[in-house]
């Protein structure tokens, strides 16, 4: 199911938190929501899982509108907290037990949901633990196994890697593109831009409550390679000789050493300039044996895109 | 290992749960069972039972002796009950305050079911500690006669404070020793008329004669806290609605300065039941149209911003049912509707007015409670809902709110006493303190205030827009 926003707007006091943003989700993607601290994420995201009447605009999924038909659209929906804000005196099963209840699931279609979800979030083992016993990085997954118990068509999830240590990040990682595999349309809000980097297929970038860029990251990339053209040279040695001999070649903005052999080499004036600067870069005659040209990533164009400012 | 145990039994009663039930109550009973203070008050209550039973038994019977047993217990045994109770309703809070609760929200759970399951959660462990509790009391009572009426009505009485007040002081703030010991102070005053009701009264079905003017108060706010909790949209939580301010500023146009001016200008003084009939009447008549109307109006002018196909109130929902897609016939009907109540209402107040207080004639009187009641709850979850609306601060719509439900107490509590000061305008509190002159200052200074903030919100509103 894809999620069209369309012309949403909120205020908050004199402070405008969205001012008209309009966005696309297909169905089956990834899609990083990014932007700098009171850009508006939160906001939208709570708009999105009917937590928060929009002052204008709309949520499409598919063809419902989460503004006239919440209860149908929240049947469709999964949305996860940066943390997950619960009572701790009660178990793991017990939680997942009421959101399933609350979902309308009975008898054996509960129990087994809460078995699935347990299993997928390799809570198998924590069932009978109570919350406050948990870390929070297995809170994360309490949190992430309650969001599909109902088997929810979209997910949002504001923050999941908030706090999550480095493997947590990985599994919850994995977790991530396994449901992308099962056809669900994950919408991301994200800090850690590089957690976007390897999983997500989209970005929507916003800054001051509003969009600055969004589509596909191929094309967000290709956008901002243009600015932010790069090779990286791994040759058989290196030394400060060969550095300061690429620094020096006309089209080259700055060569630096990334690794032990390999040298990150920024073009001056971007793609247009990439095969003249790689027929320089050769005429020196030094032992290059690889060249690379990566893509921008998350990072980049968020960088490129924003300005850093805050409402 | 104590612990052990009492977490094993816990789990138990968890495992058990029915899927039938609803999920909120299923949620409450868990966190209830593994509540400490629950055990320790049960344990408590049953122990002082036995040791009361015993001296009493072995002690000489007379009245002073087994009612100064029974005040003993009494306190000791409420405060025992209100524990769990006020521990209950702080997982409320806590929920409410760490956005659990919205959690709850993205589900399919309707905002009445919540409510209603927390509302059962509060009956399971009331009647729990009630069964419990009893034995003793009852044993004591029974030594003279006692009817089931007296025994339902100050169950009813204690249901509705406990839960009232527990709920009550949990919604209004987030800092939990200061709501504890506003609950308890609160929960002593109550309580210390429960307890004197309870061993002096005795006989309850005497026709209410041992209920005083401010324990109608206390009982009847706390039962219209609730049902206005339950009619109420979303609790206390203000609704944000920006566009349709001018009915809402009319509604309290109508509900404030109206009835104010009138009863200040044309009556010079509060309107009171002597000065209810004849043109006090036809007053009290109009006012109640005007109040009604424009709380119908502002009501579904809030549902149709949100543009809700199935409003949540029950009473709302059938007007849709019934009058389809027209919003005009939704405002009509509505009206028509409130109206309706409001006539029920003035005809209560006529009757009384007309004959004067007469127990005898309660039955009579007494028809009229329910369709009032009903009346008079949703067409003040109207105005709270209004107010809330306008004023977006919570801590001000919770003050407005409890005005609002003081309207309702004073409709009650005239047509069960006959002697309250009725549309007293805004407190009948401030009625069994001050007298007519004095009432009208604290009023008229409280209206300046309210009109001064109205005036500050609808400029920031206009700002904003």
Redesign the interface.
Known sequence: MNIEVCELSKSFGDTKALDRISFFLPEGAIVGFVGPNGAGKTTAIRIMAGLEQPDSGKVMLGNLNMIEYPDQVRAQIGFMPDSMPDSDVIRVWEYLDFYARAFGLRGQAKSSAISRVAEFTNLASLPDKMLSELSKGMKQQVSLARVLLHDPKILLLDEPAAGLDPRARIELRACLVKLAQEGKTIFISSHVLSDLDDIATGAVIIEKGKIVSHGKLTDLSASAAGEFCRIVLSLLELNEQILEQINGLELVESAIKSSNKQIMVKIKGGTANYHSAMVQIFMTGLPIIRTERPDAGIEEIFLKSTKGEVN | MAHFKLSSFA?TI?HSLA??LN?VL??DI??SL??RSLYYCTVLVIFLQVLLFVLNHWSVRDNDSVNTILRFYLMIYLFCAYVPILSLSQ?WR??RC???L????????TPWQIISGRIQAFGVLWFTLLVVGMPLPAYLICQEPVTVFSIINSLFMFTAIFFGISFFVNTGGKRTELLNILSVFIFLIAGSHIINAFVSGRNFARAYQWISEPLIVIYFSVLCILLAILYGAGGFKPI?S?RYWIPHFALFLAFLSVPFALSFFVFHSVITVETASGWGGVFLTIYGVIVVSFATLANVRITER?????PKNPLLRIIYWLCGPSAVARYSFGMLLMLAGCAIVCYGQGVITENGLNYDKFNDRGLLFLPSLVMCAWCYSCLTRGICSIFRQKSLSVLFSIIAFTQVINVFSSIVDGDAKIFSLFSPFASLFFDAYELIIWQGSFSLIMSLWLIYTLR?ES??Q
């Open positions: 789990d968890s899927d039938s999920p299923v949620k868990r966190e593994r509540s997982n806590k929920e760490s956005d659990a919205a959690l709850e929200h993205t589900t399919p759970l944000r920006n949100c543009r809700l196909d199935r920031h700002r904003r």
